[in-house]
């Protein structure tokens, strides 16, 4: 899984940055306190675009104030019309739609023009998160982690796999956005067809059918549950998690068993029954899912054809021959098309997901 190459509290009463590289490394830290004054500010930073932020918290926030997204994108920081709010009141995530103008820079110079704090000299693309209200209760940081707009192989493992003369960059034809642009689109294929993810991907408030049993979520393995709410007749009532509470979820398959035996509504009448009316899909959840590249068992095959197929996109599409070496035409580009493809779509079947549960 791809963390964080960065994330910084600003503390601005002592004027100065506060590394909270502990969550962004998924390492066991001490909780450490976020916005404890409007003036405070979190800085989260990645070496390519990202749509999402999640957040564990020890301590619960509140009496927070408007949260406030920002971007750089060349000259000034930016708003980022948030998909979906997340305010630090909760364990969550935060949503946003990708801008297109969203520039790296460094940390140089954006709290205090003549020092580096932060001693950040790598240029990465920053998140900046910040608040306008002094809490009544100072949330606390136990875990984060970034959803990457692609997090199977990077740019350069393509130009190895070429065996390019030179890295992609912005002035490489085709230049590194582009490249980074494939990716993005072959990842969505191989998880659209394999109903799998090797990167977090979050799911809001899906519905499902009850059954008194338990039910079987639509993505799998799961890396956070965060709510089961079963509908009452007038509205969802959340679930307790635990297996001597409501539902308990076992994470590598999905499945989340009922361990209580419900009859809900709590009175039946001739009117009212399970499956009809308003107790049509009467279960809500929402979670995050996917698979940890780096640990998976088929995490090779998955790099694989990640790499061939970008490749043969590159090639059927760009005209990159300035940055071929020669030595490496004994085959015709349209025979290493043909094979890469071929190649990667065998693998890619075997990657389907079948499933079969019956509670």
């Not at 910084?8 to 940055?17: F, G, K, Q």
Request: with cysteine; net charge negative.
């Amino acid at each position: 899984m791809k963390y964080w190459d960065s994330i910084y509290l600003w503390d601005n009463s002592a004027a100065a940055y506060v590394d909270l590289e502990f969550a962004a490394a998924d390492e066991p830290g001490t909780p450490l306190p976020l916005f404890g004054q409007p003036t405070d500010k979190i800085y989260v930073g990645l070496d390519r675009t990202f749509n999402g932020i999640y957040c564990e918290l020890g301590v619960i926030g509140s009496g927070l104030g408007t949260f406030t997204y920002e971007y750089w994108d060349g000259s000034i920081w930016r708003n980022i019309p948030l998909k979906r709010t997340y305010a630090f009141n909760e364990t969550g995530v935060g949503e946003f739609p990708i801008p297109i103008n969203w520039t790296t820079r460094t940390l140089t110079g954006v709290e205090n023009s003549n020092t580096n704090i932060a001693s950040e000299d790598v240029a990465y693309y920053w998140l900046r998160i910040y608040q306008t209200a002094t809490p009544t209760a100072v949330p606390t940081l136990e875990r984060s982690f970034p959803f990457p707009s692609y997090g199977y192989v990077t740019p350069t493992e393509i130009a190895d796999f070429l065996q390019l003369r030179q890295d992609f960059s912005a002035t490489t034809s085709p230049s590194k956005a582009n490249v980074e642009t494939i990716m993005r689109r072959i990842e969505g294929r191989i998880e659209g067809y394999s109903l799998h993810s090797w990167k977090p991907k979050y799911r809001h408030e899906e519905l499902y059918e009850f059954n008194r049993w338990g039910f079987v979520l639509k993505r799998y393995p799961v890396i956070r549950l965060f709510e089961v709410a079963i509908h009452n007749g007038s509205d969802y009532e959340v679930m307790t998690e635990g297996r001597s509470q409501d539902y308990f979820i076992d994470n590598d398959r999905g499945i989340v068993p009922l361990t209580r035996l419900m009859q809900m509504p709590y009175a039946y009448s001739r009117m009212k029954s399970w499956g009809f009316g308003e107790f049509k899909r009467a279960i809500r959840t929402n979670y995050i899912w996917g698979r940890d590249i780096d640990f998976d068992d088929r995490s090779e095959m998955v790099k694989d054809i990640v790499i061939k197929m970008v490749s043969a996109d590159i090639i059927s599409n760009y005209d990159y021959t300035t940055m071929v070496p020669q030595g490496t035409d004994r085959f015709s580009l349209e025979q290493k098309v043909s094979y890469w493809r071929e190649s990667a779509e065998e693998r890619l079947e075997e990657l389907r997901a079948i499933r079969a549960f019956v509670p």
